[in-house]
């Protein structure tokens, strides 16, 4: 069965939200450096999946607030 590796944290916890997990955590090399990436089972339902979160701008804002939120954290903690 063919697999696809995400890296992207908001389409994980999305395919979380749908009782999909992954079947290994990998560590890959890719644009120079190397990141942790969630490898599922690519299958109907996984791209079923995907394509929805694609089309879902909310999703994405959403996500893009818990980064800022997290670099925020980062450095405040760097500050002290």
Do not use: S
Request: glycine share 2%.
């Amino acid at each position: 069965m063919e697999e696809i590796k995400i890296i992207n944290r908001g389409k994980i916890a999305f395919l979380y939200m749908n009782d999909v997990f992954e079947k290994d955590i990998q560590l890959i090399f890719r644009n120079g450096q190397y990141i942790w990436a969630f490898v599922f089972n690519n299958n109907e339902k996984v791209h079923r999946l995907l394509q929805e979160y694609d089309t879902k701008n909310d999703l994405k804002k959403y996500n893009n607030c818990f980064k800022h939120i997290a670099l925020a954290i980062k450095k405040k903690k760097m500050e002290e």
